[in-house]
């Protein structure tokens, strides 16, 4: 198996006719951070300044988003869930969710106008948590459906949460697709977070939930009297993520966005493989997607984040899963007074990547094009924590999945 870190410069950003960002606009995701800070679970999570890393990698500074401290469910996925859920909701009821904070979707009164809904989606274990724990808080059900070789401990945490769940035989996207054929059959309500001809709005709320990680980052950056980030990396699975944050930044930055970077598994890496095609159009990987990097595993594309990233991107990186271990090494072990990051597979692929092309020979043409030097700030998303203690003590303690040589 090919060990290396593989990389393409996007060629299509420079599409003068650029698709709208306007839904991940400061102004709209203003809006979805109101609705998230209704919640009794809300704080902003830390943003750590790792100086000592900066200086080890030889950059102005290194910041980290640390999302294992979000609403108590050790990842940020409940962001997106709990915002789309909501404006279904909203919708439903025929007001905008500006009418609607989470003690109005819980009153009585809403409860009863809406009667008893069923929410399901497929997941690895972080978005299906999400997903659960906001049916829950709203008084209503949820049924989740995670693909072959998931987590126990992650199927026990949705369990924990009230939902009826199950572990399939089935990869990722065909999970999705057994999701979306019970909810015609059973009329229950998808809330998945990639979209596909006919499944747009739901998607697209989902990514307007991400967009309050991006929006807290950047304040708190400019509350620390820190500039604005030249790059960040962030990780993709479907791209809904990536999407919200690439979105939010080429809008609220305009004047300068940050260079940014998507990482995938080089299992599932179907943004990758289309910037590589460079013809504009998605590309779907088939197969086991066998990689530690669970909430990545997916073949699949969302078609709207495809867009925003296909025409705003600057970098799209593959890479092995020793690139997320040891990126979870070097968060959870942090030099000098820097603060320590538990930040889970999926979480730290994006900082092992950064100290690659910072350290690594081999990387030096990825380096040059990005124009990574001692000026530069990096932000960078731990979008979970260990949400597989198991797996992260084995990556962690004892070292598996050790850096590559080949």
Not at 28 to 34: C, G, L, S
Not at 125 to 147: C, D, E, F, I
Request: aromatic content about 8%; hydrophobic content about 40%.
């Amino acid at each position: 198996m090919d060990q290396k870190i593989k990389w393409v410069k996007n060629q299509m950003m420079e599409n003068p006719n650029k698709v709208s960002i306007d839904f991940l606009s400061a102004r709209e995701i203003n809006k979805v951070r109101q609705f998230h800070k209704s919640f009794p679970e809300y704080s902003t999570t830390p943003l750590r300044q790792l100086n000592e890393m900066a200086g080890y990698l030889g950059v102005d500074g290194v910041y980290v988003k640390d999302e294992s401290y979000r609403f108590g469910l050790n990842a940020f996925k409940v962001l997106g869930g709990s915002f789309a859920m909501a404006k279904y909701l909203a919708q439903r009821l025929g007001k905008d969710i500006s009418e609607l904070d989470y003690n109005k979707l819980t009153s009585a009164e809403i409860r009863q106008q809406l009667g008893e809904i069923t929410f399901t989606t497929a997941t690895d274990g972080n978005h299906g948590r999400g997903v659960a724990w906001t049916a829950n808080r709203l008084k209503q059900k949820s049924v989740v459906y995670m693909p072959k070789g998931s987590s126990l401990s992650r199927l026990e945490n949705i369990r924990g949460e009230g939902a009826e769940v199950s572990i399939t035989d089935l990869n990722y996207d065909d999970a999705v697709r057994l999701a979306t054929e019970n909810a015609k059959k059973f009329g229950w309500v998808v809330v998945q977070d990639t979209a596909w001809e006919g499944y747009e709005e739901i998607p697209a709320w989902i990514m307007q939930g991400y967009g309050t990680m991006a929006l807290e980052a950047l304040e708190q950056l400019q509350t620390a009297g820190i500039p604005q980030p030249t790059h960040v990396f962030v990780q993709a699975g479907v791209g809904s993520l990536a999407g919200a944050v690439q979105g939010f930044f080429a809008s609220a930055c305009s004047s300068q966005p940050p260079k940014i970077v998507i990482v995938e598994s080089d299992q599932a890496a179907c943004l990758y493989q289309a910037a590589l095609a460079n013809d504009g159009n998605p590309r779907i990987v088939g197969g086991e997607l066998n990689t530690i990097m669970a909430g990545l595993a997916c073949g699949e594309p969302n078609t709207i984040a495809w867009n925003v990233l296909r025409d705003y991107s600057y970098m799209f990186a593959s890479c092995p899963d020793w690139v997320a271990a040891k990126g979870m090494r070097l968060l959870g072990n942090p030099l000098g007074n820097d603060a320590r990051v538990i930040s889970g597979e999926s979480g730290a692929v994006p900082a092992g990547l950064v100290a690659e092309l910072m350290t690594n020979p081999d990387m030096a043409e990825a380096k040059a094009k990005l124009g990574l030097n001692e000026q530069s700030r990096i932000l960078l998303f731990s979008t979970e924590g260990d949400t597989d203690p198991q797996k992260y003590r084995s990556i962690t303690w004892n070292g598996e999945y050790p850096v590559s040589s080949k």
